[in-house]
């Protein structure tokens, strides 16, 4: 009876005794450490996140450094070989033009040296290397015709706007020229058959008109225009011929025919 007295007492005090836990072993009384390294993790991880930051700012700026001055560079690269480009184009360009230049006054003076070769018989005056005469008597056209023929010459064929100049400065009245169309009414052709459609023409307006169906032989007025005349009209007129070379001696400096050379 006793033994179960204290059983059941000590049953009674379990169930009825203080059920408060030691205060030591209470949940707010356990160490923080869980929260201390959370905390220094945290802030590990955000001076880590900072250093990066930092580090990959300063590359950036590093880079853009570099790559301006590298663009700086390009760009200098590129103006000196703009300038050395140039340059070089400038001295191509003025070596052609020198040479050119010299090449031009050579031209000429192997021109004025061939032309000094050249001569015309006295009373014809050279231009090129054609010598010319300007009649001082009157014939038809016919007459002035052969008049040419017989200095080995024949009536003026204008082949230029040059040569038209050129007789232009020297006539002072309408003289004769080779054209005609006598052998059919509106062909027109030279006297050493020259082809007339593809030269040159300096006709006055309105001409040739062919007046009174009565006008075959070509004319030049003294300003220099051309004219269809009657060709039995008497008139001045122009030789032409080719000059003579002066090399030749037997010409005696182009005074005889040429035939006779």
């Known amino acids: 009876m006793g033994i179960y007295a204290n059983t059941n007492a000590f049953h009674i005090d379990e169930q009825n005794g203080d059920k408060s836990e030691p205060e030591d072993l209470k949940p707010e009384h356990w160490p923080r450490r869980t929260d201390t390294t959370r905390r220094n993790l945290s802030l590990k991880i955000t001076f880590a996140l900072l250093g990066i930051c930092i580090l990959v700012?300063?590359?950036s700026l590093v880079l853009a450094v570099i790559l301006v001055v590298q663009m700086g560079e390009m760009k200098r690269s590129d103006a000196d070989l703009r300038m050395d480009l140039s340059q070089w184009k400038n001295n191509v360009t003025g070596n052609v033009e020198k040479a050119t230049s010299s090449l031009t006054e050579v031209q000429a003076e192997i021109a004025l040296l061939g032309e000094r070769v050249y001569s015309c018989p006295e009373e014809w005056t050279k231009f090129k290397l054609r010598c010319y005469n300007f009649s001082s008597s009157l014939a038809n056209w016919g007459e002035a015709q052969r008049s040419c023929a017989s200095a080995d010459a024949h009536l003026v064929?204008?082949?230029n706007a040059e040569e038209q100049g050129f007789l232009i400065k020297t006539i002072n009245v309408r003289r004769w020229i080779g054209l005609s169309d006598s052998a059919s009414e509106g062909d027109w052709r030279?006297?050493?058959g020259t082809d007339y459609n593809s030269s040159v023409k300096f006709w006055y307006e309105g001409e040739p008109n062919n007046s009174n169906n009565a006008e075959h032989c070509g004319e030049m007025f003294?300003?220099?225009?051309?004219?269809?005349?009657?060709?039995?009209n008497k008139q001045k007129w122009i030789c032409e011929k080719?000059?003579?070379s002066s090399i030749r001696s037997s010409c005696k400096m182009c005074n005889e025919p040429a035939s006779q050379c």
């Open 57 to 59: 700012s300063i590359l």
């Open 242 to 244: 080719p000059a003579c």
């Open 222 to 232: 003294a300003e220099g225009r051309w004219n269809d005349e009657p060709c039995g």
């Open 190 to 192: 030279w006297v050493d």
């Open 157 to 159: 064929v204008i082949n």
